[in-house]
């Protein structure tokens, strides 16, 4: 089993695994079991959302390790995030409450704002980008920073260890610093060779904040979402069959998903890949122990074109939200 370093959350000490497993996508009659098979598997660290919907099967399989033996609650880090709707200061403090109970084991380790965009609450459809569940998006007039502050009233409760953001930029980072009681531990962002966005994780740096990488395949991530979602992954090449990619992985023995991975970790950033398969677990896990030279880190960040896939602005046709322009 591989031995997977843990990084140190600025402000509060606490320690996160630097390789999660991410739930995104995983089907709520499929968590439970797949989460407790990554803890046999030596995952430590799993990734939530409330527009997930797996939360509630996601702590099942959590509690099953647990009442096995095979992990106590302390040993487990969980990341969740909370959904644009709800964002009003109650509603977020409730939602984050609601959360908490339905991972079932006393608290989260790490709270979220899940984009830095707020849209109005429908108790019908809670989940998803549109108000009516089919194509109207429909926005709230809700500050970050009266979000930011429920999110702090959880953290004093000792609900949330600890609280960040996904999906902001530097300038709405620094405007949460002009308020904040609780700073930011965690920026979590699309992160791949199409993407590297080294001026925001060098920000993340100066500012003493950790980076979590999400979809660190690029293109293959997005390329299981529904036709109403378009994305530009099946026109993009698979970053699996970049020639450099391929030529990084033959030399040191490893997959190319290793060595995507790698190329994070190295560079001190958490990543939070999703596998149903075994084997394929297995390996997102061993992404420590080998180390590439400078200059393959450097190749690999070359095939950046500032392509983001989880883009509102292009899946949201109807109504596109231009997050980042």
């Not at 989460?35 to 430590?44: D, M």
């Not at 790490?110 to 809670?126: C, G, V």
């Not at 979590?212 to 997005?222: E, H, I, L, N, V």
């Not at 883009?311 to 046709?317: A, C, K, M, S, V």
């Amino acid at each position: 089993m591989a031995t997977i370093p843990y990084l140190t959350l600025p402000h509060s000490g606490h320690q996160i695994p630097q390789v999660g497993f991410g739930l995104w996508k995983v089907a709520p009659e499929e968590a439970a079991n797949l989460v407790y098979e990554a803890i046999k598997s030596g995952y430590r660290l799993f990734d939530g959302a409330y527009d997930y919907g797996n939360e509630k099967e996601a702590g099942e399989g959590i509690r099953r390790a647990i009442s096995e033996g095979i992990v106590k609650r302390e040993d487990i880090f969980i990341t969740t995030k909370l959904w644009n709707s709800c964002h009003e200061k109650e509603r977020a403090i409730k939602t984050g409450t609601e959360q908490v109970e339905e991972w079932g084991l006393g608290y989260i380790d790490l709270y979220l704002i899940h984009f830095p965009i707020a849209i109005a609450f429908n108790p019908k459809h809670t989940r998803g980008w549109y108000y009516d569940g089919e194509g109207e998006v429909r926005l709230e007039r809700t500050s970050i920073r009266e979000t930011w502050e429920a999110l702090e009233e959880l953290h004093d409760k000792g609900l949330v260890k600890d609280i960040g953001i996904s999906n902001f930029n530097s300038q709405a980072i620094f405007d949460i610093f002009t308020y904040a009681r609780v700073l930011p531990s965690m920026l979590q962002i699309e992160h791949h060779p199409y993407l590297v966005q080294k001026n925001l994780v060098d920000f993340c740096k100066d500012q003493n904040m950790l980076v979590t990488a999400y979809s660190s395949f690029g293109p293959q991530s997005f390329l299981e979402l529904p036709a109403s979602f378009p994305t530009k992954a099946a026109q993009t090449p698979r970053l699996f069959d970049q020639d450099l990619i391929k030529s990084i992985a033959a030399k040191y023995g490893k997959t190319p998903g290793q060595v995507l991975l790698r190329w994070a970790t190295q560079r001190g950033l958490c990543v939070i890949p999703k596998s149903n398969h075994k084997d394929r677990m297995l390996q997102n896990l061993d992404v420590i122990g080998f180390d590439m030279t400078p200059d393959e880190l450097e190749l690999i960040a070359s095939l950046d074109i500032g392509l983001h896939f989880n883009d509102p602005g292009t899946y949201l046709p109807g109504r596109p939200l231009r997050l980042f322009t």
